[in-house]
Nanobody
Framework: QVQLVESGGGLVQAGGSLRLSCAAS????????MSWFRQAPGKEREFVAG????????YYADSVKGRFTISGDNAKTTVYLQMNSLKPEDTAVYYC????????????????WGQGTPVTVSS
């Protein structure tokens, strides 16, 4: 059974920082791409950032480029999302997701999902 567990969400003021963590368990994740998505109230779940299976490539939504950084340990048993210069529009539930090898931007391409961690950015 594959499990992804997110943590690190919370309430922060605009301009502040948070680091989200996603702990993976259940099987070897060395061949999995890991991504973060987010879903704000009343909106579709959207891609935020992803890292491919080797860790050699990362991808970001235009809205977070230069502010967010995705990283992982060598085995990608834990993936992080460092979020800096947070804005109120970053408020959402953030989800970790996994799929084979490469990062894709569509939520339907991901097989495994965590339960989500909420992030609230106050103005």
């Amino acid at each position: 059974q594959v499990q992804l567990v997110e943590s690190g969400g919370g309430l922060v003021q605009a301009g502040g920082s948070l680091r989200l963590s996603c702990a993976a368990s259940g099987r070897a994740f060395s061949t999995y791409a890991m991504s973060w998505f987010r879903q704000a109230p009343g909106k579709e779940r959207e891609f935020v950032a992803g890292i491919n299976w080797s860790g050699s490539s990362t991808y970001y939504a235009d809205s977070v480029k230069g502010r967010f950084t995705i990283s992982g340990d060598n085995a990608k048993t834990t993936v992080y999302l460092q979020m800096n210069s947070l804005k109120p529009e970053d408020t959402a539930v953030y989800y970790c997701a996994a799929r084979n090898f490469i990062v894709l931007f569509e939520r339907n391409e991901y097989l495994y999902w965590g339960q989500g961690t909420p992030v609230t950015v106050s103005s």
